[in-house]
């Protein structure tokens, strides 16, 4: 069974900065696109961001100038900077391959921006 493990969230308020990781299986690391998804209240998750091996990042537009997708080649992690934080950026932060089929759903980090 392949793990992700995700850290990093928290409690902040509107403005603030979060930045969060995601560790990895080596296997998995260096060969897949790895992405950060969210999921809000009663909505469904959603990719935010991604970053391919070969140095590509994109970005959902909602968080396009604001978040900061990084991977360390060292630690076999997928980081994601998080700053001017907002209300709508709360829901619980998963890592998982960009593109199917997916690895077993960690069990996420919940990311709490207050207005």
């Known amino acids: 069974q392949v793990q992700l493990v995700e850290s990093g969230g928290g409690l902040v308020q509107a403005g603030g900065s979060l930045r969060l990781s995601c560790v990895a299986p080596f296997g998995i690391f260096r060969i897949r696109t790895l992405g950060w998804y969210r999921q809000a209240p009663g909505k469904q998750r959603e990719l935010v961001s991604s970053?391919?091996?070969?140095?590509?990042?994109n970005y959902a537009d909602p968080v396009k100038g604001r978040f900061t997708i990084s991977r360390d080649n060292a630690k076999n992690t997928v980081d994601l900077q998080m700053n001017n934080l907002k209300p709508e950026d709360t829901g619980v932060y998963y890592c998982?391959?960009?593109?199917?089929?997916?690895?077993?759903w960690g069990r996420g980090t919940q990311v709490t921006v207050s207005s």
């Open positions: 998982n391959v960009a593109t199917g089929p997916f690895l077993d």
């Open positions: 970053f391919t091996p070969g140095g590509i990042r």
